[in-house]
């Protein structure tokens, strides 16, 4: 009685072909874990780039963003060196006429579930970093109505606690104990409403001392361009009010004074913040 002899099953050739296809899908899947991690790593620096440009005053830290676009970087090579071994194995199971595997692939499944972690990460991430960016921009778009004193050199912005013609009118007072003169009160909101043009409340004092500036103009004839000393009270759009001037120290060095007389402008700053209180 003869025994059946075994026949070894010989793969076809659309076999081969179909798992060169795989592979090749694998491949780009790599590569675009790759590419995508690349632009996530550069993410944190993109918007440290746009703070930058948009003279963001206080520092932001985005190194979340390199450690997920590292983490998604590796994850492509690991799929590209994972799916060539697993093709190669293919490969010869095939040539061996050996059963082929008919059970759910563990790379998809793992790569899948990474992804889908890796997803929600930076989904998390996303939403704190717009909960951050809105905190920052309500915090510029204050500071953005006092620029003086970040973007202008030597201009001061103090804020008021009174309303335009209260600090005005507080600092008269002021000036008037101490024995300095106001040679002119600039009303310029109201010369604009005489042009018929709406302007918020914007007042400039001009005062000072001969006793005080005559040395200053003898030391430095240019300083009479800044003399006699001024301060601005105006309201923002938001109608906050702020008290503005020239900065003594820029004031010294813009006319080169000596420093024996920095206190003859340095009082300034002392009418400005007793205005404010």
Known sequence: MNTPTETKQQPELRDFLAAERTFLA?????????????????????????????????????????????????????????????????????????????RPSTQAVLIALFLALIGLAMAIYLVSVH???????ETNEELSMTPAANMNKGIVDKPSNHSVEQTVQKLKDILQSKGVTLFALIDHSGEAEKAGMKMPPTKLLI??????????????????????LKI????????????????PAYLQERHNLPPELLPNIAVIETLATKAAE
Request: no cysteine; aromatic share 12%; glycine share 10%.
């Open 131 to 137: 909960s951050s960016a809105n905190a920052h921009f």
């Open 26 to 102: 694998w491949i780009r899947t790599g590569l675009a874990l790759m590419g995508f991690g690349f632009v996530v790593a550069r993410f944190g620096l993109f918007l440290q780039q746009v703070e930058v440009v948009e003279h963001a005053f206080s520092a932001q830290s985005y190194g979340v963003s390199l450690w997920f676009g590292t983490a998604l970087i590796a994850a492509g090579v690991v799929v590209n060196i994972l799916s060539a071994w697993h093709h190669v194995r293919l490969v010869r199971e095939l040539n061996r006429g050996g059963p082929v595997p008919s």
């Open 232 to 247: 601005l009270i105006w309201q923002d759009l938001q109608g906050k009010v702020w008290v503005t001037y020239n900065s």
């Open 207 to 228: 005062f000072g001392s001969p006793k005080a500036g005559t040395p200053l103009m003898l030391a430095a004839p240019s300083s009479a361009l800044d003399l006699p």
